[in-house]
C-alpha cells in the first residue's frame, strides 16, 4: 500500500532536520517518493542553463550520475521545466524518453510506460525536476494531486536546503555574495566540474575547496591524465581571485631558450627576434592566478629566477634592468617525483618546498572505484551528442571490464577508450536509436609484460661493470624502452600500452634518453 502522504510528510520533514549529508538527504527523499508512488525509476536533476544534472537517482544504471542532459536534445524534459506543476506524459507519448536503455529492470527501448515529471521551484525559479517512470502503462493514473503537490513542494525544500546548506559550507572561506554562484557552480553546472563519489575524491574536493580560499601556493601531483589542470580551474574558481585571469603555461613544451621570456617577458631587441616587447606570463596573470603545468620540467636556470618571484613578487623582463612588482598565486603541476628530483639535482631543493606550501594528490582512476562509471556516463552522454546518436549505454559486461582495467592512461584514456567504442558501434549500427557498448568494442584488456626480465639479460652486474646506479639506471631503461619499440615496430603508442605508462610520459623518457626511431623502424640510442 503506499505511504499515507501525512506520513510521508512527516518523514521527509524529519530528514530535512535531521545532520545528514545531501547524498543521504536526496536518497531518503527518493525513497521516501518510492513508498508513496509505486514506481521503477526516480530521479532528482538539478536545473542550471539549459541543462539538467542529475543528483540522486534509484533504479537506472550507475553511469545516469555522470551525465548531462540538454534540454534542447531532450524533448521530455524540457517539457517538465516548462511546466509549472506536476507533468504527467501519456503512456503511448512518442516523444523519446531519455532514460531508454538505462532502466536496471529493463533492456532496450522503454516500451509502453507510465512517465511523470515534477518541477521544483524556488522563489519562482526552476532549480531542479524530479522523473518518476513506471513499466505498468497506468501506474500514475490515480494519484491524487495534492499527494503530488506535496511531494513537489517537500523535493524543492530538500533540494533547496542542500543549496543551503553548501553556502554555509563555503562561507568561511568566501564573501557571501560570492558564494551562492560558487555553490550554483559545484552542484549544478557543467563544464570544469570534478566527478566522482570515492572517499578519495570527496578528500580531494574538500582539500580544494580549503585552500582555494587562500593565497597559498599549491603543487597539484599525479600521473598523466588524473585531471590536474581540471583542479587548478576549479580551485582559481572558488577563490577570491576568481574575476582575475587564470593563466595557464605547459613548461615542458618550450625550448630552454624561450622559458624565461614566457614567464617573465621581454623588451624589444631583448634579443634576436624581439622585434617587439612582449608581456610574459606574470604579466598576464597579474592580480589573478598562474598554473604552471609540467612545473618539474623547468631547466635549473630558471627555477632560480621563478624562486625570487615566489620569494619577492618581483619579475625582470629580459633586457629590462628595472624589476616589476606582481601580485600572483601560484598553482603549479607534475608529474614527476619531485623529492627525487631534488636528490638527483635535477630540482632545486629551496622552490621545491616554496611549491609544497599546500600538495594536493590526484588519485590515479584505478583508485577511485566505481568513479569510473560515473565518468562513463559523462563521456557517453556527451560522446552520444558529437555522434548524433540518440542514447549510448553500457552493456553489464563493459561496465566489469571498466571497472577491472587498470587504465595507464587514466581519465583521458578513459576518455578515448568510450569515444572509440562509440565510432565502432555507431558503424555497426547506424540506424539503432539505442547503441550499446560491449566489452569486446572497448578493447581493453589486462596488459601483456614486455618480456620476461631473464629475455633482457638484465643483471647490471654482468653488463654494465663500474657504473653509478644512476647511470645503470638509465642503461637498463634505454634497453626495456629499445626493446619495447622493437616489438612495438617503431609504435609509440603501442610500446607505451607494452610498457604500462602514457604515451606522452615515454616519449618525453625516450628523448631524455637519446632514444630515436628511424624512418626504418630503427631504434637507436646513445
Known sequence: MPLNSHHLLVEVALDLANSLNTGDRFDRLLGSIRKAIACDAVVLLGFRDDMLTPLAMQGLSSDVLGRRFLLKEHPRLQRICDSSKPLLFANDCDLPDPYDGLLVSQLGNLPIHSCMGLPLYSDDQLIGVVTLDSLNAHAFDDIELKTLELITALSAATLKTALEFKKLELSAHHAQEVVKELTQEALLKDGGEIIGQSPVMQALKNNIELVSGSNF???????????????????????????????????????????????????????????????????????????????????LSTQSKLLRVLQSGEIQPVGQDKVEHVDVRIIAATNRNLEKEVENEQFRSDLYHRLMVYPIHLPSLKDRGDDVLLLAGYFLERISRQLNIRQLRLTSEANTSLLNYSWPGNVRELEHVISRAALRAKAASPHQAIVSLT???????????????????????????????????????KRVIAHALQQAEGNWAHAAKQLQMDRSNLIRMAKRLNITVQKNTQITFN
Not at 256 to 269: D, N, P
Open 217 to 299: 601556493t599549491v603543487l597539484i601531483t599525479g600521473e598523466t591524465g588524473v585531471g590536474k589542470e581540471l583542479v587548478a580551474r576549479k580551485i582559481h574558481q572558488l577563490s577570491d581571485r576568481k574575476t582575475a585571469p587564470l593563466v595557464y603555461l605547459n613548461c615542458a613544451s618550450l625550448p630552454e631558450s624561450l622559458v624565461e621570456s614566457e614567464l617573465f617577458g621581454h623588451t624589444k631587441g631583448a634579443f634576436t627576434g624581439a622585434d617587439k616587447a612582449r608581456a610574459g606570463k606574470f604579466q598576464l596573470a597579474n592580480g589573478g592566478t598562474l598554473f604552471l603545468d609540467e612545473v618539474g620540467e623547468l631547466p
Open 439 to 477: 566489452s569486446e568494442l572497448l578493447e581493453i584488456t589486462a596488459d601483456k609484460p614486455v618480456s620476461s626480465l631473464a629475455e633482457l639479460d638484465t643483471n647490471p652486474t654482468n653488463n654494465l661493470p663500474n657504473m653509478s646506479l644512476k647511470a645503470a639506471t638509465e642503461a637498463f631503461q
